[in-house]
């Protein structure tokens, strides 16, 4: 059965930090490019980040550049979101989605092309 688990979401003061974690399991997260995608009350889901299966290669919403770092260990099947300096306006459930191929640049960083996704786990950000 293919699934994508995260956790490590929670209550945080502003300011703080928190590490998502997404395990895949059922398919091998190697043949596949990672996104987190996050989704307030009211709001669209939005993409936050994703990481490339061919080179490694990252990208960032422009909301999270250098505060965010997300990485992958193929070998753990697992792929991290490292959150620093949150802000009130980073609450929202993120979601970890995968799509099959190998990607890199951008522009495969997008909600309506993933192939799986995961149930979310909520971040809170406030004092």
Same mark, same amino acid.
């Given at each position: 059965?293919?699934? @994508?688990? !995260?956790?490590?979401?929670?209550?945080?003061?502003?300011?703080?930090?928190?590490?998502?974690? &997404?395990?895949?399991?059922?398919?091998?997260? !190697? *043949?596949?490019?990672?996104?987190?995608?996050?989704?307030?009350?009211?709001? !669209?889901?939005?993409?936050?980040? &994703?990481?490339?299966?061919?080179?490694?290669?990252?990208?960032?919403?422009?909301?999270?550049?250098?505060?965010? /770092?997300?990485?992958?260990?193929?070998?753990?099947?697992?792929?991290? @979101?490292?959150?620093?300096? @949150?802000?009130?306006? %980073?609450?929202?459930? *993120?979601? &970890?989605?995968?799509?099959?191929?190998? *990607?890199?640049?951008?522009?495969? &960083?997008?909600? %309506?092309?993933?192939? *799986?996704?995961?149930?979310?786990? @909520?971040? /809170?950000?406030?004092?």
């Amino acid at each position: 059965q293919v699934q @994508l688990v !995260e956790s490590g979401g929670g209550l945080v003061q502003p300011g703080g930090s928190v590490r998502l974690s &997404c395990v895949a399991s059922g398919f091998n997260l !190697e *043949y596949y490019a990672i996104g987190w995608f996050r989704q307030a009350p009211g709001k !669209e889901r939005e993409g936050v980040s &994703c990481i490339s299966n061919s080179d490694g290669s990252t990208y960032y919403a422009n909301s999270v550049k250098g505060r965010f /770092t997300i990485s992958r260990d193929n070998a753990k099947n697992t792929v991290y @979101l490292q959150m620093n300096s @949150l802000k009130p306006e %980073d609450a929202a459930r *993120y979601y &970890c989605a995968a799509i099959h191929g190998y *990607y890199t640049g951008s522009a495969y &960083c997008r909600a %309506d092309g993933m192939d *799986y996704w995961g149930k979310g786990t @909520l971040v /809170t950000v406030s004092s």
